[in-house]
Antibody
Framework: DVQLVESGGGLVQPGGSLRLSCAVSGFTFRNYALTWVRQAPGKGLEWVSA????????YYTDSVKGRFTISRDNSKNTLFLQMNSLRAEDTAVYYC?????????????WGQGTLVTVSS | SYVLTQPPSVSVAPGETARITCGGD??????VHWYQQKPGQAPVLVVYGDSDRPSGIPERFSGSKSGSTATLTISRVAAGDEADYYC???????????FGSGTKVTVL
């Protein structure tokens, strides 16, 4: 079975840092692009960042550019999101998800999410 | 930045048909995907590539596109279909993935 399991969320003060991880199993990790999507409490889905299968291409939504860094370790089947200079508006459940394939921009498997709370 | 517009809510009686729209500039040139999200759960892909269904998704869920609007249609709606639904595209003008604002489907 395909599984994506996020970890690393928690409570952090404004200006602090947090590193999220997404451990993957059940498919050939290195063949798939991956993404992070977040959802603030009571709000809709917001795309955050994406990374190509090789890790050589990354994308970021404007509000996190320069503060967040997406990366992956294809030897450990793990996706990361390094979040620096955190703000209250970054408070959300963060999901990792798998892009279906090269020919489509949909996400077919999602983790259950990890909650990040930025507050003093 | 690219914007996808969805109605905040749609209400439908059991057994009837729910239609959820998603509008955006030049959406006809983009591949539209739809997700269902129930409270406390991760999103589930229900339609991709405008009208294809992943395995395991009932045929009651279908997608279409006409002009500047994409539509997710849920036929023979049941109580279990009550959820938030989001459309999503890739905007190659900005190299961003974009989600719609979401539509809450209520089964009366």
């Amino acid at each position: 079975d395909v599984q994506l399991v996020e970890s690393g969320g928690g409570l952090v003060q404004p200006g602090g840092s947090l590193r999220l991880s997404c451990a993957v199993s059940g498919f050939t990790f290195r063949n798939y692009a991956l993404t992070w999507v977040r959802q603030a409490p009571g709000k809709g889905l917001e795309w955050v960042s994406a990374i190509s299968a090789s890790g050589g291409i990354t994308y970021y939504t404007d509000s996190v550019k320069g503060r967040f860094t997406i990366s992956r370790d294809n030897s450990k089947n793990t996706l990361f999101l390094q979040m620096n200079s955190l703000r209250a508006e970054d408070t959300a459940v963060y999901y990792c998800a798998r892009k279906v394939g090269a020919s489509t921009s949909a996400f077919d498997y999602w983790g259950q999410g990890t909650l990040v709370t930025v507050s003093s | 930045s690219y914007v996808l517009t969805q109605p905040p809510s749609v209400s439908v009686a059991p057994g009837e048909t729910a239609r959820i729209t998603c509008g955006g500039d030049n959406i006809g040139r983009k591949s539209v995907h739809w997700y269902q999200q129930k409270p406390g759960q991760a999103p589930v892909l229900v339609v991709y590539g405008d009208s294809d269904r992943p395995s395991g998704i009932p045929e009651r869920f279908s997608g279409s596109k006409s002009g500047s609007t994409a539509t997710l249609t849920i036929s023979r709606v049941a109580a279990g279909d009550e959820a938030d639904y989001y459309c999503q595209v890739w905007d190659n003008g900005s190299d961003h993935y974009v989600f719609g604002s979401g539509t809450k489907v209520t089964v009366l």
